[in-house]
């Protein structure tokens, strides 16, 4: 026998309440977990998908607030076009190795099953650009040429959401002209796998946009002129320059407030915990004064009888902690269902990410609160002597 | 033949708000190694104060005590709880017996707190000689009011103490169970064990060689008689 069943035995007693005061701190612990895991997730997930781009300059129209540059990279459609002067002028900036144009264009289509609309966004690209910004597409069927008419791509979730396959003819733009499905990208794991992809001049005239284009993006020769590039595109008159730094952290900031909201929750929901385990302490050591007396009788120290509380704490909150890790293992999905919703912008793919770090962070921070919150209880019950406690118990 | 405990001059005073009460007033004491000694008196006449005191468990507020030779006055509460390990052995009217410790481990149990290692042989002895060597495993709630005494006896004697302190040992025990644990006693004093026991009960304290008789924190009175035979 040793310290720690002796104090897994004593916490037995009291089944229920044990029981009740682990779940508490579990539930502090769970949120902890997932919280942390969402914070580092969120962010790698983030950077993954702006990498995933190819792209570290956007040039939107003036007035375009970076928020607008966060719909664009989800594919949200602004109502403000730049022109084709505009596109010759970014290219010609020192150390632009590429700018490419491109039209976005929103459509609701309507699902002839349930009736419910939803949103399709239509990119129109360069594609021999596209290719140089995104090398790692890959594609099923052909890429489609620049000056080709009624042709298009389609993303790898698009066409398995709307059970599309090569060689199907769908009805386009106002005048629902037909367009042929050439090729459908392999799966890239962000954005692209929603969208339709058409020549750039094919979008333009089907949706009655000529020379019109929603933004360039622009790739810099060489990373560190990115910030003298920014500056000389500023130069052009109606544009206004987005660097990819800036989108992540507008998005960052956006989601900061959802993230403190989040963190107050649950470090009320910790001190709570830690109010409520003190509680069970202090209660359990009141009622054991008289056994306290008995154990100093037979030669306990006042040390030995504080340890021992020690221990039974560090043992509650350590359960705790490991049910709280289980449970926000188990129930991630849930959890990142419940913050999506939350926040302004969320990647596409799983944010919520646990590393074995994180697993150790959260054991590690149930001991400690174990020994925070058993400090006092252990300190009271080890000063009792032992007349005062056999006294005290007796009355 | 030189006492295993003695104390002179013993008073202990609790104070109760402004009103102050004399629970013992200037108390001599003596017992040699090997013998059996009662303590008998009316309710609050200062028996267990006095038990207490020459446990160490409470300090007079006047007067000395030597256990085993060394005078306890001024020693730190740590080196106390070493005399008293290994000097001392309590048994107590309420048995305090942990709930959920089975009878074994609840014997093991001083020997967790002077960081000895109890081997299973040690503590099957020890069952076997207060007699419950078929018990060992059982939880205290499994077991009969003079079953439970036994285990605490056996608590007591673990650690190999040279005097075994007891209040009120069969205060909460029907008269047959009651004479079962006297025997215990009387078998382990027979062993060499001095025994002291404060108790109400007439009948056990007259088995003793010697018997006090305290009022009103006094001693009144002090018999001594010779060791029945056996």
């Known amino acids: ?395 | 033949m030189r006492a295993i405990i003695e104390a002179q001059g013993l008073t202990k005073v609790y104070r109760r708000g402004r009103e102050e009460i004399f629970a013992l007033k200037g108390v001599d004491f003596v017992a040699f190694p090997g013998e059996f000694v009662s303590i008998i008196g009316p309710s609050g006449s200062g028996k267990t104060a006095l038990l207490n005191l020459l446990g160490c468990l409470d300090a007079p507020t006047t007067g000395g005590l030597q256990l085993g030779g060394v005078e306890t006055s001024g020693l730190r509460e740590r080196d106390l709880v070493r005399l008293r390990r290994e000097n001392i052995g309590f048994v107590f009217q309420q048995f305090y017996l942990m709930p959920t410790l089975t009878a074994r481990e609840n014997i093991e149990l001083p020997l967790l707190f002077s960081r000895k290692n109890g081997n299973r042989g040690q503590i099957d002895d020890i069952l076997e000689m207060v007699g419950l060597g078929d018990r060992g495993d059982h939880l205290p709630g499994q077991l009969s009011g003079g079953e439970m005494q036994r285990v605490a006896i056996a608590r007591a004697m673990v650690n190999d103490p040279g005097i075994i302190l007891a209040d009120e040992p069969t205060g909460n025990l029907d008269s047959a169970t009651s004479e079962m644990i006297y025997k215990l006693f009387s078998e382990l004093n027979h062993q060499g064990l001095t025994l002291i026991v404060v108790t109400h009960n007439l009948d056990l304290a007259r088995k003793a060689q010697k018997m006090y008789t305290l009022r009103d924190g006094q001693i009144v009175g002090c018999e001594e008689r010779t060791r029945p035979q056996r």
């Open chain 1, 1 to 395: 026998m040793n310290f720690f069943t002796l104090a897994a035995k004593n916490l037995l007693r009291r089944r229920g309440r044990t029981l009740l005061t682990v779940l508490g701190v579990a539930i502090a612990i769970s949120v902890l977990f997932s919280l942390l895991a969402l914070n580092s997730g969120y962010e790698k997930e983030l950077n993954r998908e702006m990498n995933s781009m190819g792209v570290h300059l956007l040039a939107v129209p003036k007035g375009c607030p970076y928020e607008a540059a966060s719909l664009i990279i989800h594919g949200g459609v602004i109502p403000k076009y730049l022109s084709a002067r505009d596109l010759t002028n970014v290219s010609s900036i020192q150390d632009v190795e590429l700018a490419t144009p491109m039209l976005m264009h929103q459509f609701m289509k309507k699902d002839e099953n349930t009736g419910k609309s939803t949103p399709h966004i239509i990119y129109g690209i360069n594609m021999a650009e596209m290719l140089r910004l995104k090398p790692w597409w890959k594609v099923e069927g052909r890429y489609f040429a620049d000056n080709e008419t009624g042709v298009m791509l389609v993303g790898r979730d698009l066409a398995e959401k709307e059970n599309l396959s090569l060689g199907q003819v769908l009805p386009a733009g106002p005048m629902r002209e037909s367009v042929t499905i050439v090729g459908i990208l392999e799966r890239t794991g962000d954005q692209d796998d929603q969208f339709h992809f058409f020549p750039l001049a094919e979008a333009q005239r089907v949706f009655g946009k000529e020379g019109k284009i929603t933004t360039i993006a622009v790739k810099v020769r060489d990373l560190s002129r990115i910030s003298a590039v920014s500056e000389e595109m500023e130069k052009v008159p109606d544009i206004q320059v987005v660097t990819m730094t800036q989108v992540m952290g507008t998005i960052m900031n956006l989601a900061g407030s959802a993230r403190s909201l989040l963190l107050t929750v649950i470090a009320i929901a910790l001190i709570i915990s830690a109010f409520g385990i003190i509680n069970t302490l202090l209660m359990s050591v009141n009622e054991r004064t008289r056994e306290f007396g008995m154990m100093k009788a037979i030669g306990a120290l006042g040390t030995d009888i504080g340890k021992m509380v020690l221990a039974e704490t560090v043992l509650i909150t350590l359960s705790g902690g490991m049910l709280g890790t289980v449970a926000a293992l188990v129930g991630s999905r849930v959890i990142e269902g419940f913050v999506k919703g939350m926040l302004p912008y969320s990647p596409r793919g799983s944010f919520i990410s646990f590393s074995p770090e994180l697993v150790v962070f959260a054991l590690a921070f149930s001991v400690v609160l174990g020994l925070v919150c058993g400090i006092y209880p252990a300190f009271k019950s080890s000063r009792l002597t032992p007349m005062e406690a056999i006294r005290s118990g007796l009355e």
